[in-house]
């Protein structure tokens, strides 16, 4: 298509002309050659302009050649950011129509729920480390600024052509390091094929944090698919990353180097939003359980005597799981001959539940940066309902499991 001879022989099929990308493989001749080609035929063209290097091309020279010939030529800019359409009106003067990137998940999938984990997961993609890739001094950062964080792991995934003699992507010295930091348990490393769609969405789906180790870029793609999923991400400060969609951000580029500090405070700081998470979860769960009959069975199980243990119901447990049993059926056991007070169970357990749901609020509210803080907020909301189901929830952490 970016043959002039197409565009003569095919003009009458179509009525703009788009380019988004890999028209920097042509020189600026033979865009040149393909801008007249359009202009004799009447057809108008437009543009997608990143305004940057191309993540595929170390030297941004045949990259610039090729926008300084298509875009003064072209009818229509379009753009992803405001920063890059501000790029391209102090370049050129040109103005460039800011349209968000669309939506790169497809429509079921951007419904799926994300899954539940006890552990923290931060993910680095290599690929076949294309040239805006500085993937080593990235990751040697991660690694210990994951360990030091409780629960919590770094996933590094890279192809295979990258451990193939006969490819050009071949890297050994990376691969040696990364894998002698897997044998020192500081990652996780995974060698694999490219993945489908499918198995890329359910990658990025398993973590809790993508770090994209880019010097140079515009707007990844990859950031979209996150932004689809519900995954966070930490993207560098070069380009219009953060103008594209929410992120963590840190210094990363091509003239100074890796901040090291700022991706350090970044994966603290999605490691903080996924312990705050993980505390409503929690808060959520318990609040729920607190009900009126639940309050009922529990101030029962204490007035009753210790159950004889000839007799039946010996050694039964007054735990928690015992009395979320009760509330299940909206009974709960009493004592022989003394009835309960379920007006007064009731409007206490309406209470508790509002003062759980009050302490949780202002338990995630004040959660501070340290994760043990965040343990000490947790032990202090479920104390709040009594040593047995403070119990029930640390050992059973799964939200979505009921008591019984």
């Known amino acids: 298509m970016l043959d002039p001879d197409w565009v003569r022989s095919r003009f009458e099929d179509f009525d703009v002309f788009h380019l988004d990308f890999g028209f920097d493989a042509q020189s600026p001749t033979q865009l040149t050659a393909l801008v007249d080609a359009l202009r004799q035929h009447g057809k108008p063209s437009s543009t997608r302009s990143t305004t940057s290097a191309t993540p595929n091309r170390p030297n941004p020279t045949s990259h610039d050649a090729a926008l300084e010939v298509i875009i003064p030529a072209a009818d229509r800019l379009v753009t992803l950011t405001p920063g890059a359409a501000e790029s391209i009106r102090s370049r050129w003067n040109r103005t460039a129509t800011v349209l968000p990137h669309p939506h790169v998940v497809d429509l079921p999938g951007l419904a799926r729920p994300r899954p539940y984990r006890n552990r923290f997961r931060v993910g680095v993609h290599a690929k076949s480390l294309r040239p805006n890739m500085a993937v080593l001094p990235v990751v040697q950062v991660l690694a210990h600024a994951v360990a030091e964080l409780p629960d919590a792991e770094l996933h590094v995934n890279i192809h295979r052509e990258v451990a193939d003699p006969a490819s050009r992507a071949y890297a050994p010295q990376l691969l040696n390091a990364l894998e002698e930091l897997a044998r020192l348990d500081r990652l996780i490393l995974t060698i694999h094929a490219y993945f489908g769609d499918g198995q890329l969405f359910d990658y990025l789906t398993s973590l809790d944090l993508s770090v994209l180790p880019y010097h140079f870029g515009t707007h990844p793609g990859w950031l979209e698919a996150c932004h689809d999923l519900g995954t966070a991400v930490a993207a560098p400060d070069c380009g219009f990353y953060a103008q594209q969609r929410p992120c963590l951000t840190y210094g990363h580029t091509q003239s100074g180097g890796l901040d090291a500090e700022s991706l350090r405070e970044a994966v603290r700081t999605a490691y903080m939003e996924y312990r705050r998470a993980h505390l409503s979860r929690n808060v959520d769960r318990l609040a729920d359980r607190i009900t009126p009959s639940w ?82 907020e947790t032990a202090d909301v479920l104390r709040e309902v009594g040593r047995e189901a403070a119990a029930e929830i640390r050992t059973d952490p799964d939200p979505r499991r009921t008591p019984g």
């Open 295 to 376: 309050m009922a069975g529990r101030r029962n199980a204490r007035r009753s005597p210790p159950a004889d243990h000839r007799g039946r119901g010996a050694g039964r447990p007054t735990t928690a799981r015992t009395l979320g049993r009760a509330a299940g059926t909206g009974q709960a056991d009493r004592p022989p001959g003394r009835p309960g007070s379920p007006g007064r169970a009731e409007g206490a357990g309406r209470g508790a539940v509002e003062s759980v749901k009050d302490t949780a609020q202002e338990a995630v509210a004040t959660t501070t940066e340290h994760a043990q803080s965040a343990d000490r």
